[in-house]
C-alpha cells in the first residue's frame, strides 16, 4: 500500500504529489543524494520537507537569505508543523542559545551557510542526529559560493562532520556548467538527478529598450496604472527601493514599500507580512528579497535594472503567477544600465591594491581569520572573508605561487566568467527577433517544444491590460480609534 | 529660523544643558543610552535623565558627521573638548520650544530597557487576540523572542469568553488611556500594532503618513509606550505586560560585583586588586554607588567639611567641571579629584536634597 499519500495529505494537506515530487522525494527516503531541477513554483520545498517529517532525526536546510526562511517556517508552521525553527545572525544570543540547546527537538532547522560554519553550530551538528542536509537555491553555490558567499564551498565539511548524511540539492536556475559545479562542490555521490523544464508558461516575457530613465519612468508608472496588481519592481540600489516606491506611490496612488537589506529587521518582516497579506500593492526591492518567496498571486515582476545574469533574472520572474495564473515579467533598460552591474561585479572583489597589502605583509600569521583581515587591513567584510577563503586554499597549495599572484589570478577567473554572464544576458536583452522563451531556455539546455501563448515581446502581445483585479482600497483612511476596535473586535 | 531635523534639535537641546560642561562625545553616551559610570552621574547631575537613551540606534560615524555639521554651521563649537552652545543654537532652541508639544513622558533612564520588553509583550498579546479570536491561526507573530513567548503562555486566557472579555477590557483600557495622548501619538502606537487583516506599519511607512521624520516617529511613539507604562495599573494586561520588569537597573554590573566586595568591607584598593582592575575604574565605581545609595558611607572618605566646601563653590561658581572645583578649593591639598566626584555625585540625587 502507498504509505506516502496519506501522510503527504495528513501533514500538508495535499491530495496528490506534483510532477517529479514522489521520485525525488522516494530517493531521498532510500538514502540517496539527489540532485533536482524544477521551475519556480513547481513545489520544491515539499521534496526536503516531506522526508524531514518522515525520517527520524533533525533536517538541516540551508538556505540563502533571512526572508525566505522566515518565510518557509511561516509557511511551515500555518500548516501545523510546528517543530521548525530559523537559525539566523539576527536571533539575539539567548534565543540562538535556546534552538542550539533544543536542536534534537526539531524536525526542520533552516540556517544559512554562513551559521552553518560557526563553531558553536557545527560543533553541535556531531552530536546530532541529523536525517538530511539540503541545498536549496543551490545555483547559490557557484554563483555566490566562489567570491563574496565562500562559505558555501565549505558546506562539504560540514557535512562530513555531521557524519555524512544524504544531501539533496534543489533549483530552479542552474545551467550545466553550474549543475556540474554544485554536484561537485557539494560532493555528491552518484546522485539521483531529476531535471524538468525550468520554463513557466503562464509568465508572459517582455523587453523594453528606452532612451534615458525619464522615459523608464513613464513606463513604469504606466504600466503600474494599466497592470493587475499586486507586482514587484526590482532595482539594484537600497536608494532606487526607496525611491520608486515613493514616485509609485505618489504618481499612482498606490500603497507601495521599499523592501531591502538596508532596513531594521523588524521592518522588513513588517513589509514582507504586509506584502504577503495583500496589503501592499507594488514592492520595490533588491535582491534582497525574492528567491524562494512564496506568494501565490503576484500579477507582475518588472525589472526597472537588470539582473547580472539570466539565473537570477528567472529565479526573479520565477515570482510570478504562482497560482498559475496569466502573469507579466518585464524588463525595462536603457543604455546606461550596464554600468551598474560592472561596477557591482567589480565590488564584489577585493582590490588589488588590498590583495598586495595582504600578501606582503610580513606580519601576517599563518592562520588569519577574517576578522582579522577585516581589522588590520580595514577591509570589507566580504572582502575578507574572499581573502579568508582564498588564503587556506593557497596555503593547501603548499604555497607554489606567490600569494597574490595566486588570488588575483582567482579574480581574473571569476571576473571574466562574471562578465561573461552579463554579456550573455546583455545580448538576449538587446535582440529583438528571436523568441525571448527559445532564448532564455537555451540558457538551461532547453528547447523550448510547445507553443506557448501570449508568449512575449517578439511572438506578440500580452492581453493582461484592463484587468481590475485587486486593487487596494487601503485601510490607511482608518483612525487609530477605529483601527484598535477592528484589531480588538469590537 | 530653518527647522533643525529632529535629532540634532534635540542634540542641540541636550547641548544648551552641558554647555561648557561637557565633551561633545559625551553627549552622544547620554542620547544614546550607554550604560557607564560617567554617564550616568552626568544624567543626574545635569538633570537630563529625559534624554537618556533618546535615540539607541544612533550611529557614532552619524553622529560625528552630523555634530560637525552643527559646528561649521554656528549652533555649537567645541573649545578644549567642551561643548558650547552659540546665540544662534540657543535662538533656535528658543524657537523649537515655542512651538513644540513635548509628550506627557519621556524618561530613557527610567524606563528605556523594560519599555522594549514591555512593549513586545503587549503587541504580541494584541496580535495573538486579534487573530485567534477572528479563528485565524495561521500568522507570523510579531515577536518571537522566546522569552516573550514563554509570558505570553501564562498570561494567555484559556477559555473562548476569557478572550473575548479580555479583548472587550483591553479595548475600553487602551482607547480611555490613548485618548488623553495626541491623536498622532496615539496613532503611532495603533500602527505598530499588528492584528487580524492588519499588519503593523514601519517607520518609513508611518513618517510618510504623519509627514514627521522617522527619529520623531520613533521618540514620540516610544515616548508614548512610556507613558503606557507608567500607567500600565489602569489596565490588567497591561499591569501583567508590565510585571517583573526592573523599572530600572540601577548599577552597571561591574559596580555591582565592586559593590559586593565593598559591603564584605574590603578597602579600595583590596577590591582593585582582588578584581584586577586599575585603581581608577574602581573610583568611577565607587562614584557610581555614591550617586545611587543613600547609605553610602561620604563620610569615610570626605569629611563633612570638605563636603561643604565642594558644594559651596560648585554652587557659587555655577558649575561642576572638575578642573575648576579643583582649582578653587587647591588649598585643600588633600581633596582630590575623586573626593570632589564623590561629593557631587553624592549630593547630585534628587533625594539627598542638601545641595
Ligand atoms: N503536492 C502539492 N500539491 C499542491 N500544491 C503543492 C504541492 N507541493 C507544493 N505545492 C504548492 O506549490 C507552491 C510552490 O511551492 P514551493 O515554494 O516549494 O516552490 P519552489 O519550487 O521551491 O519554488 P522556487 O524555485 O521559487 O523556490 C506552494 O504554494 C506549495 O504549497
Ligand atoms: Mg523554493
Ligand atoms: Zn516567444
Redesign the pocket.
Known amino acids: 500500500m502507498d504509505k506516502l499519500k496519506p501522510f503527504?495529505e495528513h501533514y500538508?494537506g495535499?491530495?496528490?504529489?506534483?510532477d517529479g515530487?514522489r521520485q525525488i522525494i522516494e530517493a531521498v527516503i532510500r538514502g540517496e543524494d539527489v540532485f533536482a531541477m524544477?521551475?519556480?513554483?513547481?513545489?520544491?520545498?515539499?521534496?526536503y520537507?516531506f522526508p524531514a517529517l518522515w525520517k527520524n532525526g533533525t533536517a538541516i536546510i540551508v538556505s540563502p537569505l533571512l526572508s525566505?526562511m522566515e518565510n518557509?517556517v511561516q509557511?511551515l508552521k500555518q500548516a501545523g508543523i510546528r517543530r521548525a525553527a530559523a537559525y539566523n545572525s539576527f536571533l539575539s544570543p539567548p534565543e540562538k542559545e535556546y534552538i542550539l540547546r533544543h536542536l534534537n527537538d526539531y524536525k526542520i532547522v533552516y540556517i544559512s551557510p554562513e551559521s552553518l560554519q560557526q563553531p558553536e553550530f557545527a560543533s553541535r551538528l556531531q552530536k546530532l542526529d541529523v536525517s538530511l542536509l539540503a541545498v536549496?537555491?543551490a545555483h547559490c553555490i557557484s554563483q555566490w559560493g566562489h567570491e563574496f558567499r565562500t562559505d558555501y564551498l565549505r558546506i562539504k565539511e560540514i557535512r562530513r562532520m555531521a557524519g555524512n548524511p544524504p544531501c539533496i540539492a534543489?533549483?530552479?536556475?542552474a545551467a550545466a556548467e553550474a549543475r556540474k559545479d554544485i554536484m561537485e562542490k557539494l560532493e555528491l555521490t552518484r546522485p539521483f538527478i531529476h531535471c524538468d523544464s525550468v520554463d513557466r508558461p503562464n509568465i508572459y516575457i517582455d523587453v523594453r529598450k528606452k532612451k534615458n530613465e525619464e522615459e523608464k519612468r513613464t513606463t513604469l508608472q504606466d504600466e503600474c496604472s494599466r497592470l493587475p496588481l499586486p507586482g514587484m519592481i526590482y532595482v539594484s540600489s537600497r536608494h532606487k527601493a526607496e525611491e520608486l516606491a515613493a514616485f509609485i506611490r505618489e504618481e499612482n496612488g498606490l500603497k507601495t514599500s521599499a523592501y531591502h537589506g538596508g532596513m531594521s529587521n523588524e521592518d522588513r518582516r513588517l513589509v514582507q507580512q504586509q506584502f504577503l497579506n495583500d496589503e501592499i500593492d507594488v514592492i520595490c526591492c533588491t535582491n534582497a528579497f525574492g528567491?524562494?518567496?512564496?506568494k501565490?498571486n503576484i500579477r507582475f515582476v518588472i525589472h526597472y535594472h537588470y539582473s547580472k545574469d539570466m539565473e537570477s533574472f528567472m529565479?526573479e520572474i520565477?515570482?510570478a503567477g504562482?497560482?498559475g495564473r496569466q502573469s507579466l515579467s518585464l524588463v525595462l533598460f536603457d543604455t546606461a544600465d550596464g554600468m551598474l552591474p560592472r561596477r557591482m561585479i567589480e565590488h564584489e572583489f577585493p582590490s588589488e591594491e588590498e590583495v598586495r597589502m595582504v600578501s606582503h605583509d610580513p606580519e601576517r600569521p599563518d592562520v588569519v581569520s577574517s576578522r582579522f583581515l577585516l581589522e588590520r587591513y580595514g577591509l570589507e567584510e566580504v572582502h575578507a572573508r574572499f581573502l579568508q577563503y582564498y588564503i587556506q586554499t593557497w596555503q593547501k597549495t603548499k604555497g607554489a605561487e606567490p600569494l597574490d599572484e595566486f588570488v588575483s589570478a582567482v579574480i581574473e577567473r571569476r571576473m571574466e566568467w562574471k562578465l561573461e554572464k552579463l554579456k550573455q544576458k546583455e545580448h538576449w536583452l538587446h535582440q529583438t527577433v528571436q523568441c525571448r522563451r527559445t532564448t532564455l531556455l537555451e540558457v538551461f539546455d532547453e528547447h523550448k517544444t510547445s507553443t506557448v501563448s501570449p508568449c512575449c515581446d517578439v511572438c506578440g502581445e500580452h492581453t493582461m491590460h484592463g484587468q481590475e483585479q485587486h486593487r487596494n482600497t487601503g485601510q490607511q483612511a482608518l483612525s487609530w480609534e477605529e483601527r484598535l476596535k477592528w484589531i480588538l473586535h469590537q | 529660523m530653518q527647522a533643525l531635523p529632529f535629532r540634532r534639535q534635540m542634540f542641540l537641546l541636550l547641548a544648551e544643558r552641558m554647555n561648557q560642561e561637557r565633551s561633545i562625545q559625551a553627549l552622544y553616551h547620554i542620547l544614546t543610552g550607554k550604560k557607564s559610570s560617567q554617564t550616568i552621574q552626568d544624567i543626574k547631575w545635569y538633570d537630563v535623565t529625559y534624554f537618556f537613551r533618546m535615540f539607541p540606534y544612533w550611529k557614532e560615524t552619524e553622529f560625528e558627521q552630523e555634530t560637525k555639521d552643527m559646528q561649521n554651521n554656528r549652533y555649537i563649537a567645541s573649545e578644549n573638548n567642551r561643548i558650547i552652545i552659540t546665540e544662534k543654537g540657543r535662538s533656535q532652541n528658543e524657537t523649537f520650544r515655542c512651538d513644540y508639544r513635548w509628550p506627557p513622558v519621556f524618561n530613557g533612564w527610567l524606563y528605556g530597557k523594560s519599555a522594549a520588553v514591555f512593549w513586545k509583550r503587549t503587541a504580541l498579546f494584541v496580535q495573538c487576540l486579534s487573530q485567534t479570536l477572528a479563528g485565524n491561526r495561521r500568522f507570523l507573530p510579531v515577536f518571537e523572542d522566546i522569552s516573550v513567548q514563554q509570558w505570553l503562555k501564562k498570561n494567555w486566557p484559556r477559555t473562548i469568553e476569557g478572550k473575548k472579555q479580555t479583548a472587550s477590557e483591553l479595548f475600553v483600557e487602551l482607547r480611555d488611556l490613548l485618548r488623553e495622548l495626541d491623536d498622532g501619538d496615539a496613532f503611532l502606537v495603533m500602527n505598530r500594532i499588528s492584528g487580524y487583516h492588519l499588519t503593523g506599519q514601519t517607520w518609513t511607512q508611518l513618517s510618510n503618513r504623519l509627514e514627521m521624520s522617522e527619529d520623531e516617529c520613533r521618540f514620540r511613539f516610544l515616548s508614548a509606550v512610556h507613558y503606557l507604562l507608567e500607567h500600565a495599573d489602569r489596565s490588567s494586561t497591561l499591569v501583567r505586560a508590565a510585571s517583573g520588569l526592573a523599572i530600572r537597573d540601577i548599577l552597571t554590573e561591574t559596580t555591582k560585583k565592586t559593590l559586593r566586595y565593598m559591603n564584605e568591607g574590603h578597602g579600595m584598593e583590596q577590591i582593585a586588586r582582588a578584581r584586577n582592575l586599575k585603581m581608577s575604574t574602581i573610583e568611577d565605581h565607587f562614584v557610581e554607588i555614591a550617586s545611587e545609595q543613600k547609605e553610602f558611607p561620604i563620610g569615610d572618605f570626605v569629611t563633612e567639611d570638605d563636603q561643604r566646601l565642594i558644594l559651596h563653590y560648585a554652587k557659587t561658581l555655577q558649575t561642576k567641571r572638575l578642573k575648576v572645583l579643583k582649582e578653587a578649593v587647591s588649598p585643600a591639598e588633600h581633596l582630590d579629584y575623586f573626593c570632589i566626584r564623590l561629593t557631587l555625585a553624592f549630593y547630585g540625587r534628587d533625594d539627598n536634597g542638601q545641595a
Do not use: H, V, W
Open positions: 503527504l500538508f495535499y491530495t496528490t504529489f506534483k515530487q524544477l521551475a519556480t513554483g513547481s513545489g520544491k520545498s515539499l521534496c520537507q525566505l518557509q509557511e536549496d537555491e534543489l533549483t530552479a536556475t528567491m524562494g518567496i512564496n501565490p529565479q520565477g515570482r504562482r497560482d
